[in-house]
């Protein structure tokens, strides 16, 4: 078992930043990747930018691409994601999945974080 712990969310006004923090623990030898997906009421859930735990290869939606990093420390098995130059529809709930290495799909997910950018 993983579990999934995020922070940072709030409200900002466009144009500024967020940091969103997700710890993990539990059986977190074994990670493959972690990513970030957002949520808005009535649509699914998109993805947004993940990054591989060895390596640190990572991989963005065009949306957020130049705005938007994802980052990892190893040692504190957390995932970061710092969102900057905001826009309105950045505003959903945040969430962080885990993918082990033997997993086919993100296997664990966060409860999700709330990020409103107001205009």
């Known amino acids: 078992q993983v579990q999934l712990v995020e922070s940072g969310g709030g409200l900002v006004q466009a144009g500024g930043s967020v940091r969103l923090s997700c710890a993990a623990s539990?059986?977190?030898?074994?990670?493959?990747?972690m990513a970030w997906f957002r949520q808005v009421p009535g649509k699914e859930r998109e993805f947004v930018a993940t990054i591989k735990w060895s390596g640190g290869r990572t991989s963005y939606t065009d949306s957020v691409k130049g705005r938007f990093t994802i980052s990892r420390d190893n040692a504190k098995n957390t995932v970061y994601l710092q969102m900057n130059s905001l826009k309105p529809e950045d505003t959903a709930v945040y969430y962080c999945?885990?993918?082990?290495?033997?997993?086919?799909?993100?296997?664990?997910w966060g409860q999700g974080t709330q990020v409103t950018v107001s205009s």
């Open positions: 539990g059986r977190t030898g074994s990670t493959y990747a």
């Open positions: 999945a885990h993918r082990g290495v033997t997993s086919a799909d993100y296997d664990y």
